[in-house]
């Protein structure tokens, strides 16, 4: 905790979170912890994103505590485990959904997706999903274990069933 206040000590908002200081955070661990130092905005957050880019990964905006949530950083055997699932689960079911449907349905790397109903304002990041379109919520989403507690993968799974929709 001392060495992220370390960290944090010239940043008084979110704009001035830059690159440089998520590097070092997640230097100093690789576990999840929040930032409550300042206010987070759903506006705010999108605007930094839109700055910084969607690329950052792993770091969600909890909209009804208004702060930053750095999630575990994902190991080699996270990323293995969703590719797998990815190829042989998530695209055959695209491409059946896609013949069915006559329409088209995208699969989603860790993209930032809007949460709903008890939620609101929070923005929360899939290992990977499966979307009729960009800005609809996910109609499939992979949460991947090895990364995460079993508690906390199940509060990622109430979060996207009750903020999904």
Same mark, same amino acid.
């Given at each position: 905790?001392?060495?992220?206040k370390?960290?944090?000590?010239?940043?008084s908002?979110?704009m001035?979170?830059?690159?440089?200081?998520i590097?070092?955070l997640?230097?100093?661990t690789?576990?999840?912890?929040?930032?409550? !130092?300042f206010?987070?905005?759903?506006?705010d957050y999108?605007?930094?994103?839109s700055?910084l880019?969607d690329?950052i990964?792993?770091?969600?905006?909890?909209?009804?505590?208004?702060?930053l949530?750095? !999630?575990?950083?994902?190991?080699?055997m996270h990323?293995?485990?969703?590719?797998v699932v990815?190829?042989?689960?998530?695209?055959?079911?695209?491409?059946r959904?896609?013949?069915?449907?006559?329409?088209h349905?995208?699969?989603?790397?860790?993209k930032m997706?809007?949460l709903y109903?008890g939620h609101d304002s929070?923005? !929360?990041?899939?290992?990977a999903?499966l !979307?009729?379109?960009?800005s609809d919520?996910?109609?499939?989403?992979?949460?991947d274990?090895?990364?995460?507690?079993?508690?906390?993968?199940?509060?990622?799974?109430r979060?996207w069933?009750?903020?999904?929709?």
């Open positions: 905790q001392d060495q992220i370390h960290i944090l000590q010239d940043v908002c979110l001035d979170l830059s690159i440089e200081h590097n070092r997640r230097g100093v690789e576990a999840p912890f929040a930032i409550d !130092k206010q987070v905005s759903m506006a999108c605007e930094w994103l700055i880019g690329d990964r792993g770091i969600e905006l909890d909209g009804q505590r208004q702060r949530v750095f !999630k575990e950083c994902p190991g080699a990323e293995i485990a969703v590719d990815r190829e042989f689960l998530l695209q055959p079911l695209r491409d959904l896609n013949a069915v449907t006559q329409s349905h995208s699969l989603m790397g860790s997706t809007l109903n929070s923005f !929360k990041l899939p290992d999903s !979307k009729h379109s960009e919520p996910p109609i499939v989403v992979l949460e274990a090895f990364a995460e507690t079993t508690r906390d993968l199940i509060n990622d799974a979060r069933l009750a903020g999904g929709s």
